[in-house]
């Protein structure tokens, strides 16, 4: 195959991201969602259907197109349970619900207690507490790796997706650093501006964040090799490596498979 028709094959590529569901994946492509999971009967079933979309000049706005994205992307999850009633979230379990209970109380009295960064800092890691957990425990990291194995066997056009890295350069990890960073900076600005911050300021804080966040993630993207951009990879590539994903099995692997196939059905794409 000549270097030019490689780099047609290349460019003809979709974009896809996803998300691990603790018994399967989520997939991400321009226009579709589709799942597939593992069942307790050990079946594989997929489902898929069309994104949500919000459409408009805010698509254009740095910052609020980021939050907006999400917003879309937060949107599918409901579908996928009415689709999908096998799919099981990654937060669906009673520990890490407990786990969220404990770290908004432990986040609420660390706003009464401990002021400053220092302070800051302490809520932004309690805050993720729950995520690490969920992480750790199951089949849920394990299906991270398959998200990430699946979409770069896909973009490399590698038919076997055991060979590919569990970690990518567009994982969601890629935020925290930035939006960890900017939450605490914000936080400190606020309260230096304004003498007793509301929920309202916090919320608007916590969506510049997010914001700010994404926009740093497309500019790593947009500008790949660059020295900056390697060394903004750097946090979510290790949180990746050590704590977010796991060496998936062939059975996992063979559920990503049929994720894969299902949002190229669903996109009109050959595989």
Same mark, same amino acid.
């Given at each position: 195959?000549?270097?030019?028709?490689?780099?047609?094959?290349k460019?003809?590529? /979709?974009?896809?991201?996803?998300?691990?569901?603790? $018994?399967?994946?989520?997939v991400?492509?321009?226009? &579709?969602?589709?799942?597939?999971?593992?069942?307790?009967?050990?079946?594989?079933?997929?489902?898929?259907g069309?994104?949500?979309?919000?459409?408009?000049?805010?698509?254009? %706005?740095?910052?609020?197109?980021?939050?907006?994205?999400?917003?879309?992307?937060?949107?599918v999850?409901?579908?996928?349970?009415?689709?999908?009633?096998?799919?099981?979230?990654?937060?669906? $379990?009673?520990?890490?619900?407990?786990?969220? *209970?404990?770290?908004?109380?432990?986040?609420?009295?660390?706003?009464?207690?401990?002021? *400053?960064?220092?302070?800051?800092?302490?809520?932004?890691?309690?805050?993720?507490?729950?995520? /690490?957990l969920?992480?750790?425990?199951?089949?849920?990291?394990?299906?991270?790796? %398959?998200?990430?194995?699946?979409?770069?066997?896909?973009?490399?056009?590698?038919?076997?997706?055991?060979?590919?890295?569990?970690? &990518?350069?567009?994982? *969601?990890? &890629?935020l925290?650093?930035?939006?960890?960073a900017?939450?605490?900076? *914000?936080?400190?600005?606020?309260?230096?501006? %304004?003498?007793?911050?509301?929920?309202?300021?916090?919320?608007?804080?916590?969506?510049?964040?997010?914001?700010?966040?994404?926009?740093?993630?497309?500019?790593?993207?947009? &500008?790949?090799?660059?020295?900056?951009?390697?060394?903004?990879?750097?946090?979510?590539?290790?949180?990746?490596?050590?704590?977010?994903?796991?060496?998936?099995?062939?059975?996992?692997?063979?559920?990503?498979?049929?994720?894969?196939?299902?949002? /190229?059905? !669903?996109?009109?794409?050959? !595989?």
């Open positions: 195959m000549s270097e030019e028709k490689t780099e047609e094959t460019s003809e590529k /979709l974009r896809l991201g996803g998300m691990a569901l603790r $018994n399967g994946l989520l991400h492509g321009p226009t &579709h969602w589709a799942a597939a999971v593992r069942t307790k009967a050990g079946a594989i079933e997929v489902a898929s069309r994104k949500p979309r919000v459409k408009g000049r805010v698509e254009s %706005v740095p910052g609020a197109r980021g939050v907006v994205k999400l917003g879309e992307a937060m949107l999850i409901p579908l996928v349970k009415r689709r999908l009633p096998a799919a099981q979230l990654p937060f669906q $379990n009673p520990q890490i619900l407990a786990a969220m *209970g404990g770290a908004a109380l432990a986040g609420s009295l660390l706003r009464r207690r401990v002021s *400053g960064l220092r302070g800051e800092a302490m809520l932004a890691a309690v805050s993720i507490a729950p995520s /690490l969920a992480l750790r425990g199951g089949d849920l990291a394990a299906y991270h790796g %398959v998200e990430h194995k699946a979409i770069a066997a896909y973009e490399q056009d590698d038919a076997d997706a055991r060979d590919a890295a569990k970690e &990518h350069d567009r994982c *969601g990890s &890629h925290m650093a930035p939006m960890l900017s939450n605490v900076a *914000g936080t400190a600005l606020l309260k230096a501006l %304004v003498e007793k911050p509301t929920a309202a300021h916090g919320a608007a804080l916590s969506l510049a964040s997010i914001g700010l966040a994404v926009e740093v993630f497309t500019w790593s993207e947009r &500008h790949h090799d660059s020295a900056a951009a390697r060394a903004l990879r750097v946090p979510g590539h290790e949180l990746q490596r050590v704590l977010g994903t796991r060496e998936p099995t062939d059975e996992q692997l063979e559920v990503g498979r049929a994720a894969l196939e299902e949002i /190229l059905r !669903a996109e009109g794409a050959a !595989a």
